[in-house]
């Protein structure tokens, strides 16, 4: 057990450390660990924005929240950074399309109006998707480049389910490449 003295023992100012790894050793780590993949839209007023994220979590289901993270380099991110509502939409490899869109550095996310509606209150959302929902941002906080944001799911919709035990066409993102997770991957105890 450490005490205040040795807990920061050997730490800069500021949380700095003393050694960390480097970008290329830290994006080296993570290639190697698949993410869901997920677009998150929202639009302040000045046009709809959407990005591709695999930082998608789930933390409570009481009452219903979910993190994710937006780099601070985005062109989604001003936008993101100030939305009171998002939609995560939640993809599997049958939204390939939609994952690549919203991936690709200046491309026209919203330039196919037949891809995408409005719901009721405003927000933009993929049609034909796996599942979405939108969400209150409850929180953000600044984490290195990027910003983790905390919402609050309000709505959901889901065009495809996954059943209980059924492998289902998810959708993930390993070692910079798109891979489909069905019965094929499956491993059983």
Not at 73 to 101: G, N, Q
Not at 163 to 176: C, E, I, K, T, W
Request: with cysteine.
């Amino acid at each position: 057990m450490s005490t205040p003295d040795t807990a920061t023992k050997g730490l800069e100012p500021k949380h700095g450390f003393a050694s960390s790894l480097s970008p290329d050793e830290f994006k080296s780590l993570f290639r190697g660990h698949p993410g869901g993949v997920a677009v998150i839209t929202a639009d302040t007023g000045d046009g709809p924005v959407a990005l591709t994220a695999t930082s998608v979590s789930s933390v409570s289901a009481e009452p219903p929240l979910l993190i994710f993270s937006i780099s601070a380099m985005s062109s989604a991110s001003a936008v993101l950074s100030r939305a009171e509502t998002v939609v995560v939409h939640l993809l599997d490899a049958h939204d390939l399309d939609v994952a690549k869109l919203g991936a690709t550095g200046g491309a026209d996310r919203f330039a196919q109006t037949h891809t995408w509606s409005r719901l009721v209150t405003g927000e933009p959302v993929y049609r034909d998707v796996r599942a979405w929902v939108r969400c209150a941002v409850i929180d953000r906080m600044d984490a290195g480049t990027s910003t983790v944001i905390a919402a609050h799911a309000l709505q959901s919709h889901i065009e495809r389910d996954a059943h209980p035990g059924a492998s289902g066409d998810a959708l993930v993102y390993h070692n910079r490449t798109w891979h489909r997770l069905g019965e094929h991957s499956r491993i059983d105890d």
